[in-house]
């Protein structure tokens, strides 16, 4: 067939309100990409005939293949089938061998079977059903095989069920093999480089001339609660080929962003930390005030966290700065919970008391309310006290409180990766 343009369409009025996240979507664009499959568009569409068939129609007239999914059950409502049959101007049928996998599977189950359930044996006419091997309702694949506007083979049709164990398996199973075929062997293979330390227009100005330069591999900034991530993807004949092109362009990326690169694909910034710390010998305390124990629940959430994580405290009121991390009531009272001279002490007292390698002081305003002039909402004061000293940050941040509250614990993993890193194996226990 040659695909070379896809486009994924999601039927259900639910994905189209938000009330189910569409998790399908995400997983049929990286299991595409897989295959060597370029994905164009993905589109969602309510259960509504009409909208529905002018959904396919608008798809096929976009794309080579078609990737449906949901729509399939034997419902009324369930009108993927009608919508593909109306948009193809072809009648839809029982089809006798749709029809012996629906009796299999009531069979199989034990489960009454009844007229209605016979919905889910009606095929496009030119389709075939795919074997579902999670649930009731078939898949179809439909290949055009006749002369008209979509010009013979050079489209095709894929409807999958709505469910994700049952789409992903059926996909595995029927689809992923006839695509391989298909394809001639193309693969797509992407690498995400993950940055701190630094923001988007910064990133980008950095590497520009590499993304204007790359049409394979190509080079794209991504963002996401503050941590910019750079995609690399390459189209190969191979996995292999795929890789070394990729290869190629971090070794450029990396010649200018290296200090800031903490991790790659899946590798979550506490993890990186974890793993740095781990291997250089050095331990972590946390005091943490406006977080309120999200700060070392990132860290806790890494396996193996506990060979370097020695304890954490939840410092909210004034005494408890005090009874716990050291900071004297003096300092609270001349420059209040929220301010660098707290932070510091909350850092410097903390790791004291754990004779760790690095105290985190972290402490501000998250809000909704308690903001003045002088410090506003959003007010974060951070301190990262080691072997090399006590350094001190301040941001405000604007947005929710669950937004400052995660924004606050990303930037004390950033100081404590930089200072880390920095020190590489020398790191000595605090006093």
Avoid at 14 to 31: C, D, F, K, M, T
Avoid at 41 to 65: C, K, P, Y
Avoid at 324 to 349: C, I, K, M, N, Q
């Amino acid at each position: 067939m040659g695909v070379t343009r896809a486009e994924i369409l999601s039927v259900g009025t639910e994905l189209l309100l938000g009330q189910i996240v569409n998790s399908n979507a995400a997983y049929l664009a990286a299991r595409l990409a897989e295959v060597g499959v370029d994905l164009y568009r993905q589109t969602t569409v309510g259960d509504n005939l009409e909208r529905a068939t002018a959904a396919f129609r608008e798809a096929l007239e976009r794309a080579d293949l078609v990737i449906s999914t949901g729509g399939l059950g034997p419902t009324e409502d369930d009108l993927s089938r009608d919508a593909l049959a109306a948009a193809l101007g072809v009648p839809l049928l029982r089809h006798p061998d749709a029809e012996t996998l629906v009796r299999e599977v009531f069979r199989r189950r034990g489960l009454q079977l009844t007229e209605v359930q016979f919905r889910q044996a009606q095929v496009p006419e030119g389709g075939r059903p795919l074997r579902n091997a999670a649930g009731t309702a078939p898949g179809i694949l439909w290949e055009g095989r006749r002369e008209g506007r979509w010009d013979g083979a050079s489209k095709a049709v894929v409807l999958l069920p709505g469910p994700p164990t049952e789409m992903q398996l059926l996909f595995q199973n029927e689809v992923a093999p006839w695509l391989r075929e298909h394809m001639g062997g193309w693969v797509i293979r992407s690498r995400l480089l993950r940055i701190c330390g630094m923001g988007e227009p910064m990133v980008e100005a950095a590497v520009l001339d590499l993304i204007h330069e790359g049409k394979n591999p190509t080079i794209a900034p991504l963002i996401e609660d503050g941590e910019v991530r750079l995609r690399l993807t390459a189209k190969a004949d191979s996995a292999p080929a795929a890789e070394a092109m990729i290869d190629e362009v971090e070794a450029a990326v990396r010649a200018r962003l290296d200090d800031h690169i903490f991790g790659v694909d899946e590798v979550s910034l506490p993890a990186a930390v974890v793993r740095l710390l781990t291997e250089n010998g050095q331990t972590l305390a946390i005091a943490e005030s406006c977080t309120g124990g999200l700060l070392a629940s990132r860290v806790t959430d890494i396996p193996g966290a506990s060979a370097c994580f020695l304890w954490g405290a939840t410092v909210y009121s004034n005494e408890s700065k005090t009874v716990l991390a050291g900071v004297s009531p003096e300092t609270l009272a001349s420059h209040g919970a929220v301010s660098e001279e707290t932070a510091r002490e909350l850092a410097e007292g903390v790791r004291r008391r754990a004779g760790s390698t690095f105290g985190i002081g972290v402490t501000g305003i998250a809000g909704p309310s308690g903001g003045t002039a002088e410090k506003p909402v959003g007010l974060v004061h951070f301190a990262l006290a080691g072997p090399a000293g006590t350094r001190h940050e301040r941001f405000v941040y604007s947005g929710p409180r669950a937004f400052i509250r995660r924004r606050a614990a990303w930037q004390a993993l950033v100081m404590l990766w930089r200072e880390a890193k920095t020190m590489g194996t020398g790191g000595q226990a605090g006093a």
